[in-house]
Every structure is written in C-alpha cells, then in structure tokens.
C-alpha cells in the first residue's frame, strides 16, 4: 500500500488515502446528489480527486495541476505511439529510435501558494535551534544566579540593619 492526495476541485489536498502499490494517476471522486422528488435520474456530481502521483518535495502548499497532468499523458501516450510504430517496422526500414520517455509525473504538483506568500513566510523569523535556546536558558540562569546573590547581601544588610535598631530601641527602653 501507499499513500494517495485527496484533492478538491483546484487541486489542493484534503485528505489522505491508501492505495494498492501499483495504482498510479488520477481518479476522479463523484458524490451522488440525493433523491430529487420528482422521481429524475440525478447525475453524480464531480467533488475531487485521488491522485496517486508522488508530491514533488519542497512545496509549502502544494497543488495539483491538471493541464500539466493532460499534457503528461497526452505526451506520454504520444511516445508509446511513436515507440510501437518503430517496433513494429521492419528493422532494415527503421529510422533511429525514439528518445527515450523523460516525463516526470512530479511535475504536476506545482506551488500553490502566490510569490507574496512565500516571501512573507521566508521574511518571518525562523524558530531557534535547541542550541539557541539552550544558550540563552543558561545565559538567563547565570543572570538570575547573580541576581540572587545580589537579593541576598541586601537581605544580610536589612537583617543587620533591623537587629541594630532592636538592639536600640531597647536599650532606650522602648521594647520591653
């Protein structure tokens, strides 16, 4: 089994399914339409399509061209044309052979997002490495530790402070 593109109609992905391993192309996804009550043959209705195609790697959205797809196949079965029409003549009457098939069903999966998309998403600022983030964690420790330190020599400064001044008032006969 592998894994297949649900699309919709403008060739984005909506879901994900399972497919036999040896299933390629497009497939088209009918829904059909409920009862009308007069009783009149309803025609299904086109909703989508599995597309059994490998998604071109790197795209942020990517989209599925259906022009691209039909020129595939209409290229394609143009080949296998060309190539059975050599086969089939007489060696000695043949021309060279047909190059061969260099189409790449990939190419139909193309970037569905516009250029101002994709410069505002490379324009934002990328989230930080673990290592950035445990660089400033300690640098943010070793502040705090200091900050600390610092708490706690106020701290010995005002308990010192007050001792000395319980220390007067009752001496003055204030506290008793």
Excluded at 1 to 20: P, Q
Excluded at 42 to 62: D, N, Q, R, S
Excluded at 118 to 125: E, H, R, S
Aim: hydrophobic residues 40%.
């Amino acid at each position: 089994m592998k894994e297949a593109i649900i699309v919709n109609l403008d060739g984005y992905m909506t879901d994900v399914t399972l497919v036999a391993d040896d299933v390629t192309g497009v497939f088209p996804i009918y829904q059909q339409p409920g009862k009308s009550e007069s009783e009149e043959v309803v025609e299904p209705v086109l909703t989508g399509h599995t597309v059994a195609v490998p998604v071109t790697p790197g795209l942020y959205k990517p989209r599925f061209d259906f022009a691209a797809w039909e020129t595939y196949q209409t290229t394609l079965e143009a080949y296998r044309i060309s190539l059975a029409t050599w086969q089939g003549t007489p060696e000695e009457d043949r021309a060279s052979e047909p190059p061969s098939w260099t189409g790449e069903m990939s190419a139909c999966w193309i970037e569905g997002l516009t250029q101002e998309e994709l410069d505002a998403i490379k324009n934002t600022v990328p989230p930080k490495s673990t290592e950035q983030k445990l660089e400033e964690s300690l640098a943010l420790v070793a502040q705090l530790r200091q900050e600390i330190a610092v708490q706690k020599d106020i701290n010995a400064a005002n308990s010192a402070d007050f001792m000395a001044l319980v220390d007067y008032l009752a001496e003055k006969g204030v506290l008793d």
